[in-house]
């Protein structure tokens, strides 16, 4: 099992370009979530979703669109890129049954000029 | 909001002694979690504790909840230069939809 992948790893943008982040899973879990890691601040929940068809906001959705593709894929899309989004940007799943936790995927170090 | 917020925000100690990270959150939980993250990965879950347990081990980590003051511990045991890391405590909300990160607690386990 891969468990939780993200691409791209590393990503540089001009203001303005748009871009779409990718996260998948294989661990047939349902819920889905993507954060956002800023030095000093801890993660942020940007969107997630429950389940497949079904999404949420977070508390930092501005400047954000997602899409739940199906059960496994969940993307994150930014429209028109700002200085402000330069981040590090982490997709998570949560664990089903007994296993409350959730696993994270590698994260995409995101930079915007 | 940040609902968590761990103390201290940098912990440097040498190998073998414990460390000591404390949290506080606002609001009614279901759980609180403790998480791991080296330098530049992901967060790596290490211990869950729920709203009507006290106290859990597993292995060198012992975590305790006080929901009458809202705040959690987490003491890892005779540490190791690999446990340099940052840790982050993180609360489930009652529905457990969500989870609500802290800032930190960044530990330097010198050899």
Redesign the interface.
């Given at each position: 099992n891969a468990g939780?992948t993200q691409t791209p790893k590393f990503q540089v943008l001009k203001t303005g370009q748009s871009m779409t982040l990718q996260c998948a899973q294989d661990m047939n879990h349902n819920?889905m979530?993507w954060?956002r890691q800023d030095p000093?601040?801890?993660?942020?929940?940007i969107y997630?979703s429950?389940s497949e068809g079904t999404t949420?906001k977070?508390?930092v959705p501005n400047g954000y669109n997602v899409s739940r593709l199906n059960k496994r894929e969940f993307s994150l899309r930014l429209e028109s890129a700002a200085p402000s989004q330069t981040s590090v940007y982490?997709c998570?799943s949560l664990g089903t049954g007994s296993r409350?936790?959730?696993?994270?995927?590698?994260?995409t170090r995101l930079t915007v000029l | 909001?940040?609902q968590?917020e761990e103390d201290p925000q940098a912990l440097s100690i040498q190998e073998g002694e414990n460390a000591t990270m404390n949290c506080s959150y606002k609001t009614s939980i279901n759980?609180l979690?403790w998480?791991r993250q080296n330098s530049?990965?992901?967060?790596?879950?290490l211990i869950?504790i729920r709203s009507n347990e006290r106290e859990k081990h597993s292995g060198r980590l012992r975590v305790t909840l006080d929901t009458s003051k809202k705040s959690s511990s987490l003491l890892i045991t005779a540490s190791r230069a690999a446990d340099t890391a940052s840790y982050?405590c993180?609360s489930?909300n009652s529905g457990?939809?969500?989870?609500?990160?802290?800032?930190?607690t960044m530990l330097l386990v010198s050899p």
């Open positions: 939780v819920s979530y954060y000093g601040m801890g993660l942020r929940l997630y429950a949420d977070g508390e982490f998570a409350s936790e959730q696993f994270f995927g590698p994260g | 909001s940040q968590g759980n979690q998480y530049g990965r992901g967060l790596v879950h869950l982050f993180a489930a457990y939809s969500t989870l609500t990160f802290g800032k930190g």
